[in-house]
């Protein structure tokens, strides 16, 4: 009987593996990674030149802790990831870094993040029911859309884990009408990425 569930278990994985492999889950995946790494070292890079060359950062970002409120901060971070992520998380993160409590503030973020993709995935579910919108956001968002069609909750895992909008998959997301139990327990990898990306920014700063 185990030898049986083993087997069955095994020829489902090969059955998964050949079915990304065939739609091309991996090769997006690895462009993703690929487009992905250069963003990252610019800005760390830029960060390093700035604090060098122009101002001192961490200065800067004391005098933020010190004239803005963290929930001013806060609220506007979880707009912005609401609305198709305009703001880079990244500043947000080393925003957390000089706060008096960083890893308190990082967990918000995250939390605004999540929060925020949730409001996307309502916002993806609710424009479906006006047509002239919907017809514009299928043209717009085809792309994410037909992968979120194909791949599902692998594709939120490398929106919530990537430098990719997680806004936009968590949209495509709500108009495919994905399943919002499971989106809501995929999303949770959000807060991996902002912890490991803290790892690297609060030592920049």
């Known amino acids: ?18 079915y990304y492999s065939y739609t091309g889950f991996y090769s997006f995946v690895w462009n993703s990674l690929k487009k992905a790494v250069l963003p990252i ?28 409120a963290p929930f001013e901060v806060l609220s506007i971070f979880f707009i912005s990831e609401s609305l198709l992520g305009l703001i880079p998380p990244e500043l947000f993160i080393a925003w ?13 973020l995250a939390t605004g993040s999540y929060l925020g993709g949730v409001v ?21 968002m085809a792309k994410h859309i037909k992968n979120t ?26 108009i495919i009408r994905f399943p919002f139990l499971s989106y809501l327990t995929f999303g949770l990898l959000r807060y991996a990425r902002f912890y490991l990306y803290a790892l690297v920014i609060f030592e920049m700063v």
């Open 120 to 140: 996307s995935y309502w916002i993806g579910v609710s424009i479906t029911k006006i047509p002239a919108v919907h017809e514009a956001l299928e043209v717009k």
């Open 1 to 18: 009987m185990r030898d049986k569930a083993k087997s069955k278990k095994k020829s489902r994985i090969r059955l998964l593996h050949q």
């Open 41 to 68: 070292l610019l800005f760390v890079g830029a960060l390093w030149a700035i604090d060098h060359f122009f101002l001192d950062i961490e200065k800067m970002l004391v005098t933020v802790t010190e004239t803005y």
């Open 149 to 174: 069609r194909k791949w599902g909750g692998f594709l939120i895992i490398v929106g919530a884990l990537l430098p990719i909008p997680f806004a936009m998959t968590s949209i495509a997301a709500g």
């Open 96 to 108: 957390a870094g000089k706060s008096s409590k960083p890893f308190l503030f990082l967990t918000l």
